[in-house]
């Protein structure tokens, strides 16, 4: 380094910037090394970070869409700018390797959100234009918006919150949550430096401190996304505040391979699918209907995949999956796959903790010849256990499919898009993927149906979502009005 440059801004300096001296204890999951403290702040400190939402918002929705949107783009250049100390902070509390669809991608995907987000526009729509009336509908910014965050991807869905409200002029409270709450904390305060006092603000706390945002009678919109179980609270909370919602809760997306499939050629798509994030994906393939002419060749093939993707630690360059985010985490997969065994599922590749790696790995685990009703099919895993389901009729795998409460994701692989479309039609997910599992795009509206939540995120019915509508009727000046 030469007398005139300055040193590059480190992970460590993003965590001096945010974690204190006493608080929470954050551990690195893959190794179990103290990350930092992080702040433990109360029911108080959201009341006062609403109250500065609040008076702050009307002034941020006066600056209008052209300024809020290059203010996020701004925003983007930001975390571009420290993009790798920011994903090696993250891959150090998440647990999630720096390489893969992980920690880089993610603060990839933090940018890349935030300048879609800036660039799509919500005109408004004139719905009677007859002569005597002309009836607009337009969009205002509804105003505080609460966004409570999970651990599984913190960045990322904190600017799935945040930048769509602060693009329609709300102002934003967040709650990261307690699992990961330093890398949320570093992001928002370099959101902060392009935003006026009290826009954007986090609260890190405890659960309570998400129920109080929730039901925060200043809070006109939360932002939830999180379990089916913490989702039933928001909307009984919401009961009070009568805030709008958005709820992105838990999944257990099916997948159905037909019998025309290339098991070979969709075998990576597959991995991903299901063990993107290392499992800990909301909408991931966490069940997977293969058809009985092609079954073996499917298993061996993600078999195959499975053996040859590096798990390891975060920081190590060569690791594309990592260690699960906690322990409830790693002990729910743990049960999952014991009993998976007892019922007399076959273990083809993992089914016992890696240890050797650190306490908190479990190796990638295909279990093949279970059931329906078996609880590794049934319940939500959220980690790197996939269940495998033979089915001899496709209308047996749609049933299949369809018999759960929740409906976040599907998807359909097939050599045969007609056959494929006919299949994804009749699947109640809110996404039906063809052919690949669980990629989002800015643009493309996401959201779940049955109990994996309502409301849309991204694109143009992303901001409707942080939007509340209004509509002008201007009658003719030449028509009298009627009584
Ligand atoms: P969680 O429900 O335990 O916690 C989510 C957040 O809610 C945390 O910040 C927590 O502090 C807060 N919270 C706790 N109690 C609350 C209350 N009473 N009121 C308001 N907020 C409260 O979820 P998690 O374990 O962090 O995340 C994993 C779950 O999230 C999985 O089920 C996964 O499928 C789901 N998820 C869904 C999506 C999606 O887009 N649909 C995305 C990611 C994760």
New binding site residues.
């Given amino acids: 380094m030469t007398a005139t440059e300055t040193p590059a801004t480190t992970a460590e300096d993003l965590l001096a910037r945010v974690a204190v001296p006493q608080g929470r204890e954050i551990r690195e999951p893959a190794t179990g090394a103290v990350l930092g403290h992080a702040p433990v702040q109360g029911v108080e400190d959201l009341d006062a970070a609403v109250a500065a939402a609040r008076a702050a918002q009307p002034g941020w929705a006066a600056r209008g869409h052209e300024e809020r949107s290059q203010a996020l783009l701004r925003m983007a250049d930001r975390v571009d700018a420290l993009a790798e100390p920011l994903a090696r902070l993250l891959a150090r509390e998440q647990g999630k390797p720096l390489n893969g669809p992980n920690a880089r991608f993610e603060v990839g995907a933090c940018s890349a959100w935030l300048r879609a987000t800036a660039a799509t526009v919500l005109e408004p729509q004139v719905v009677v234009d007859d002569g005597t009336t002309r009836a607009e509908l337009v969009y205002r910014p509804v105003g505080v918006v609460g966004a409570?965050?999970?651990?599984?991807?913190p960045l990322m869905?904190t600017v799935?919150q945040v930048a769509p409200s602060l693009r329609m002029g709300n102002a934003v409270v967040v709650?990261?949550?307690?699992?990961t709450p330093l890398s949320v904390l570093a992001l928002i305060s370099l959101l902060n430096e392009e935003l006026p006092e009290g826009v954007l603000s986090a609260v890190s706390?405890?659960?309570?401190?998400?129920?109080?945002?929730?039901?925060h009678p200043d809070v006109d919109k939360?932002m939830?996304?999180?379990?089916?179980?913490?989702?039933r609270?928001?909307v009984e909370?919401s009961a009070g505040n009568l805030a709008r919602l958005t709820?992105?809760?838990?999944?257990n997306d099916a997948g159905i391979v037909l019998p025309d499939a290339d098991p070979e050629a969709i075998a990576e798509g597959l991995f991903w699918g299901a063990f993107i994030n290392t499992g800990?994906?909301?909408?991931a393939l966490k069940r997977l209907y293969v058809h009985d002419s092609l079954y073996e060749r499917v298993v061996d093939a993600l078999a195959e995949v499975s053996r040859r993707m590096p798990m390891g630690l975060s920081l190590d360059e060569d690791s594309v999956l990592g260690p699960l985010q906690n322990k409830?985490?790693f002990d729910v997969v743990a049960r999952l796959v014991e009993d998976a065994e007892q019922r007399g599922g076959r273990i083809v590749t993992g089914g016992k903790p890696a240890t050797e790696l650190g306490e908190l790995f479990f190796p990638i685990t295909l279990v093949a010849d279970l059931t329906d009703g078996d609880p590794l099919v049934d319940e939500?895993q959220?980690g790197p256990a996939l269940p495998i389901v033979r089915y001899s009729d496709v209308e047996d795998a749609i049933a299949s499919a369809n018999r759960l409460d929740v409906g976040?994701g599907a998807s359909v692989w097939s050599s045969d898009p007609a056959a494929a479309r006919a299949v994804a039609e009749r699947l109640q997910a809110g996404t039906v993927w063809i052919n690949s599992h669980g990629s989002v795009h800015p643009m493309v509206p996401?959201?779940?149906v049955k109990s994996?939540?309502y409301g849309l995120?991204f694109g143009v019915e992303g901001l409707k979502s942080v939007a509340v509508p209004q509509v002008i009727s201007a009658a003719s000046p030449t028509v009298a009005p009627t009584a």
């Fill in positions: 409570i965050g999970p651990w599984n991807w869905i799935w709650k990261p949550s307690e699992h706390g405890e659960r309570e401190v998400g129920a109080r945002l929730a039901s939360v939830f996304t999180g379990s089916t179980a913490t989702g609270k928001v909370s709820l992105e809760l838990g999944g800990q994906t909301c909408a409830q985490q939500e959220f976040l996401f959201g779940g994996s939540g995120e």
